[in-house]
């Protein structure tokens, strides 16, 4: 029997999430819902005119409400939480309920092992949760595992991840393609990374370096919050290292920390002529707003390097993705390596290759299977050594 999903949320991912599934996953039916059914329709449409095919409705909901969204799940089989990332353990709690298989697209590691929390009544329920399927975290975590199985002996592994605009303009050299609120806790939270064996949390904005990518050139990287999610905590004792950096356009970085030191991310409110406001939501007003008036095409760039012995000599291996805007369907590379990316975890879930229960990202599928499905997308891997 054909399978039946629900992508909660109507905007970008979503809809690319949406795209996916009509394209692979032979799906009985998949609905869009979204808060705001005009947005719903829209994108419901969208995917249907690129598919030629009536395969996707739209859907008016409340993913906040319980019942509403009890009466949804109870008709679908698997579940793609594309809404804001502290909403994600409330839906899970109701898939488990309804017995309907999960993934999300994270965006907050302690959200995430609230979720990974409920892995005892997920497996009671037979049923599947699979957070943090997005990009970063998401697919630069199936990079490092690909990186890692190719090896005998891995020994360390060095993570890298940039969604850019294609002409870069100045101050900033950056296109923003997600959540503004989302930028600024990559930049501002500590990183959790495994170094020499140890967990340890890393300041952001941190250990600047340069890495040249072919194409674009001298690029600079940085430490930032959430890329890693619970990969470190699982590869520890199999590796001795693994951390993740951004990557920008070179000058960014200073130009970050000058807002992080001049506290505009704080949280705590301070008086503006009698009024309290946090200056964190006036920087995201600011700032967000200013970076949405750019207009240009996108690109993201992915890059695993490892260390460890294969064959009897000790390598470094470096996996390399390279994806951009597609102008056909106008997805773009954001969406494609985040929407792609969660609904070939919920294929897998609804195809019955994921265990029952909690299941962090990193252990739910090899890096070598993700791989070979963004290659059926036209996004693929390119493999070097030294």
Same mark, same amino acid.
């Given at each position: 029997?054909?399978?039946?999903?629900?992508?909660?949320?109507?905007?970008?991912?979503?809809?690319?999430?949406? /795209?996916?599934?009509?394209?692979?996953?032979? *799906?009985?039916?998949?609905?869009?819902?979204?808060?705001?059914?005009?947005?719903?329709?829209?994108?419901?449409?969208?995917?249907?005119?690129?598919?030629?095919?009536?395969?996707?409705?739209?859907?008016?909901?409340?993913?906040?409400?319980?019942? +509403?969204?009890?009466?949804?799940?109870? +008709?679908?089989?698997?579940?793609?939480?594309?809404?804001?990332?502290?909403?994600?353990? !409330?839906?899970?709690?109701?898939?488990?309920?309804?017995?309907?298989?999960?993934?999300?697209?994270? @965006?907050?590691?302690?959200?995430?092992? $609230?979720?990974?929390?409920?892995?005892?009544?997920?497996?009671?329920?037979?049923?599947?949760?699979?957070?943090?399927?997005? #990009?970063?975290?998401?697919?630069?975590?199936?990079?490092?595992?690909?990186?890692?199985?190719?090896?005998?002996? *891995?020994?360390?592994?060095?993570?890298?991840?940039?969604?850019?605009?294609?002409?870069?303009?100045?101050?900033?050299?950056?296109?923003?393609?997600?959540?503004?609120?989302?930028?600024?806790? &990559?930049?501002?939270?500590?990183?959790?990374?495994?170094?020499?064996?140890?967990?340890?949390?890393?300041?952001?904005?941190?250990?600047?370096?340069?890495?040249?990518?072919?194409?674009?050139?001298?690029? $600079?990287?940085?430490?930032?919050?959430?890329?890693?999610?619970?990969?470190? /905590?699982? #590869?520890?004792?199999?590796? =001795?290292?693994?951390? /993740?950096?951004?990557?920008?356009?070179?000058?960014?970085?200073?130009?970050?920390?000058?807002?992080?030191?001049?506290?505009?991310?704080?949280?705590?409110?301070?008086?503006?002529?009698?009024?309290?406001?946090?200056?964190?939501?006036?920087?995201?007003?600011?700032?967000?707003?200013?970076?949405? +008036?750019?207009?240009?095409?996108?690109?993201?760039?992915?890059?695993?390097?490892?260390?460890?012995?294969? @064959?009897?000599?000790?390598? !470094?291996? =470096?996996?390399?993705?390279?994806?951009?805007?597609? &102008?056909?369907?106008?997805?773009?590379?954001? $969406?494609?390596?985040?929407?792609?990316?969660?609904?070939?975890?919920?294929?897998?879930?609804?195809?019955?290759?994921?265990?029952?229960?909690?299941? !962090?990202?990193?252990?739910?599928?090899?890096? !070598? /299977?993700?791989?070979? $499905?963004?290659?059926?997308?036209?996004?693929?891997?390119?493999?070097?050594?030294?």
């Amino acid at each position: 029997m054909k399978k039946k999903y629900a992508v909660l949320g109507a905007g970008m991912q979503g809809t690319a999430a949406a /795209y996916d599934l009509a394209r692979f996953a032979d *799906p009985g039916k998949i609905v869009l819902a979204d808060a705001r059914i005009e947005q719903a329709s829209n994108s419901a449409a969208r995917v249907n005119g690129l598919v030629g095919s009536q395969v996707c409705e739209p859907h008016a909901l409340n993913a906040l409400d319980p019942d +509403q969204l009890c009466e949804l799940l109870s +008709q679908t089989d698997v579940v793609l939480s594309c809404v804001p990332y502290w909403m994600h353990p !409330r839906i899970a709690a109701v898939a488990i309920r309804t017995k309907t298989g999960m993934v999300d697209l994270g @965006g907050n590691t302690t959200v995430t092992w $609230e979720t990974l929390g409920l892995d005892d009544a997920a497996r009671s329920a037979g049923v599947t949760l699979i957070p943090d399927t997005g #990009l970063a975290p998401g697919l630069v975590n199936s990079v490092g595992m690909f990186v890692v199985e190719s090896f005998d002996d *891995p020994e360390s592994v060095q993570l890298y991840c940039g969604v850019l605009p294609q002409n870069p303009q100045p101050p900033f050299g950056y296109k923003l393609t997600f959540n503004v609120e989302g930028l600024v806790t &990559e930049y501002d939270h500590q990183a959790v990374a495994l170094r020499d064996g140890n967990i340890v949390m890393l300041d952001t904005l941190d250990e600047l370096e340069t890495v040249h990518i072919d194409g674009l050139g001298e690029m $600079e990287a940085f430490t930032t919050s959430g890329g890693t999610s619970t990969a470190p /905590y699982t #590869l520890q004792g199999k590796v =001795q290292s693994y951390s /993740y950096k951004t990557l920008r356009f070179p000058g960014h970085c200073d130009k970050m920390r000058v807002f992080k030191q001049s506290g505009l991310w704080s949280t705590e409110p301070v008086d503006v002529k009698g009024q309290p406001v946090r200056p964190v939501d006036v920087f995201c007003k600011v700032f967000g707003d200013k970076l949405a +008036q750019i207009q240009d095409l996108d690109q993201c760039i992915v890059r695993g390097v490892g260390i460890g012995q294969s @064959g009897g000599k000790r390598v !470094r291996r =470096q996996a390399d993705l390279h994806v951009k805007q597609d &102008e056909k369907t106008g997805f773009t590379a954001m $969406e494609q390596t985040t929407g792609f990316s969660i609904a070939i975890h919920a294929m897998a879930i609804a195809n019955g290759m994921v265990r029952p229960g909690a299941v !962090r990202y990193e252990e739910a599928l090899s890096g !070598r /299977y993700y791989l070979d $499905e963004m290659a059926k997308r036209g996004i693929h891997v390119v493999v070097t050594e030294s």
